[in-house]
């Protein structure tokens, strides 16, 4: 079993919880793609979700306390794609760690839509380009030839903003590319530029 696939959930953790939790998370999402955070209520959670509500209240305060604990499990799960490559690897290409982020966005589409949503708190994409920047200024300093590197420079500015923009596009459009392809077109992107994309795109 490789690095992601131990980190991604707790070990030993009890499968009636782990199952809970996933009906819990994909019943959020159902409604996160018809309504707001804010009109969403515990009923109407757990009975899309089909757990009781005595349950919820077992491991959560309320709706917020859920996304909270949602988002700490969604920044486990993405550390762990990131922790699945060595320098090594990256210094080969960046389009199989790409591919990796596509499909952890694709996977979690409704929370991370929401959570990545631009008119609301913007602490989950702040604490995923944390781990970004964190990576790219330290470990992966110098894989690439980027320019002098350094906290709140443009050029991290630029592709974390980018990146972002490309997987709430492809979220919007309905995933009409799979999670190679725009690996790929992002690789292209970042260690290209635009000016060599031309038709490709």
Known sequence: MDTAEKTTLPEKE???VRKTRLQLRQAMMELLGRKSVQEITV???????????????????????????????????????LDA????????????????????????????EALLDMRVDQRFFQRLSGLLYERCVGEWQGLYALGEIERGSYVLEFVMAGAVSLIRTWTARGFDRTPEEMARLADRLIRR???EIRAQG
């Open 43 to 81: 009923r109407e959670l757990t009975r899309l979700a089909d757990v009781n509500r005595g349950t919820f209240y077992r491991h959560y305060r309320d709706i917020y306390d859920f996304l909270e604990k949602t988002e700490e499990g969604l920044i486990a799960e993405f550390t762990a794609v």
């Open 14 to 16: 009890d499968p009636r």
């Open 85 to 112: 490559y060595s320098n090594e690897s990256l210094r080969i290409g960046l389009v199989p760690i790409l591919t990796d982020v596509f499909t952890f966005a694709r996977r979690n589409a409704g929370l991370c």
């Open 193 to 195: 530029g635009l000016g």
